[in-house]
């Protein structure tokens, strides 16, 4: 892990995770869990509405939380009920953590490379319907990650498991003085308890 993100993954680890929020959590490490017993590839793919703010900090946190904590054959997608773009304060909240980002089209809809370790492939990130060919198509939990996304789509063709882990959108906040904070804030509480996930994994 690059030395900027490993202090903010320290932080990351001293968060309290309520027992409610545990609970919320719990179904996607009994995902994981049965995968791993049964020496399966791992899928996740995180949805939200627009595939633009929550659902991409879900993404790359969860894929970081696999590799720190040494679980093997995890694969982590994003996507959306529609195509937007991904929201450029995402990128610059990613990167004040600690993760390196390249953007690697000039687009309405940009494709970025983000990596949380020198050696590591990156997490591609650009706005998807979930359904998207980049996706996987079986065998994968949607984790629903705002109340829109999981209202509007009771059936995720091909999940094997659909999870709501929902998430307050940091959105509220743009255009404010306090968007900065905002952001922070919930990209460490997704952070938090990604991390929280990956860590009960070999319990």
């Not at 929201?87 to 970025?112: D, M, Q, R």
Request: with cysteine; hydrophobic share 35%.
């Amino acid at each position: 892990m690059y030395p900027k993100l490993t202090k903010q993954i320290e932080e990351l680890l001293s968060q309290e995770i309520s027992e409610e929020r545990k609970d919320v959590l719990q179904p996607l490490i009994d995902f994981v869990k049965q995968k791993r017993r049964n020496q399966e590839s791992i899928s996740i793919n995180f949805i939200c509405t627009h595939n633009s703010r929550r659902s991409h900090l879900a993404q790359i946190w969860a894929q970081t939380a696999s590799a720190y904590f040494k679980i093997s054959n995890v694969n982590c997608y994003s996507g959306g009920t529609e195509t937007t773009a991904l929201f450029p304060k995402i990128v610059e909240t990613l990167t004040e953590a600690g993760f390196h980002i390249w953007k690697l089209s000039e687009s309405e809809n940009p494709v970025y490379a983000v990596k949380y370790s020198e050696n590591a492939l990156p997490v591609i990130g650009f706005s998807k319907k979930y359904d998207d060919n980049f996706n996987p198509n079986t065998g994968f939990a949607a984790i629903m990650t705002c109340s829109q996304a999981d209202e509007g789509c009771p059936f995720i063709s091909g999940a094997e498991k659909r999870i709501p882990v929902t998430f307050e959108d940091p959105k509220i906040s743009d255009d404010t003085a306090e968007q900065t904070i905002i952001y922070r804030e919930r990209s460490l509480q997704i952070g938090a308890e990604m991390f929280y996930v990956f860590s009960k994994i070999n319990d």
